[in-house]
């Protein structure tokens, strides 16, 4: 069986809970078993943001998530919050643009990879949330990308269509990173 267990967490306005939600589509068009639980501060812009996200081969019996086997951070006080959750063995994606401190555990993977600076040479912030999906997908294989290029169609607003090839580039670029 293979399951993912993840949670998303950062500010509001970073693509959080896109991200998730994202993720869960494409694991949804593949014919798995998903939920995707969004959670944010009243504030939204600037406030904390985090999901989770459960891909499974299995039912998923909760979409809450006591316990995670991935973790992906896009701000500090996020791996602070939700380090403690992930499970040993675990894998911690952290985007090192914006959180300086290293998780203090050894018994887990971490990866730090700039994905906000990326998508500013990219000449747009938003993508930096793909960017950490694609080292997710690189790490995991819990989708493929194709799936996910499938699940960009299907969730973003057809106005937004355009943006889908620069997307799968930042998606690359994360993966290959």
């Known amino acids: 069986m293979k399951q993912l267990e993840l949670i998303i967490a950062g500010f509001g306005g970073q693509g959080i809970l896109s991200a998730g939600r994202l993720l869960a589509y494409a694991g ?3 014919g798995k078993n998903v939920s ?3 959670s944010y501060g009243p504030e939204m812009r600037g406030g904390t943001a985090n999901c989770s ?3 499974s081969d ?3 019996g909760s979409p809450i998530l006591d316990t995670t086997n991935v973790l992906v951070v896009m701000n500090g006080p996020s791996l ?3 380090e403690k959750s992930v499970v040993s063995g675990g894998l911690i994606i952290s985007d090192s643009s914006l959180v300086e401190a290293k998780p203090k555990r050894t018994d887990i993977e971490f990866i730090g990879i700039p994905a906000t600076q990326l998508a500013s040479d990219m000449g747009n912030l938003t993508f930096a949330n793909i960017i950490i999906l694609g080292k997710l997908l690189a790490k995991t294989g819990i989708v ?3 799936s996910f290029e499938a699940a960009l169609k299907k969730v973003l607003s057809p106005k937004k269509h355009h943006m889908i090839p620069d997307e799968m580039k930042a998606l690359v670029m994360g993966h290959d990173y």
């Open 28 to 30: 949804m068009l593949e």
């Open 36 to 38: 995707w639980l969004p």
């Open 53 to 55: 996200v459960v891909i």
């Open 58 to 60: 299995e039912p998923v």
């Open 80 to 82: 602070e919050k939700f």
């Open 144 to 146: 493929s990308k194709e």
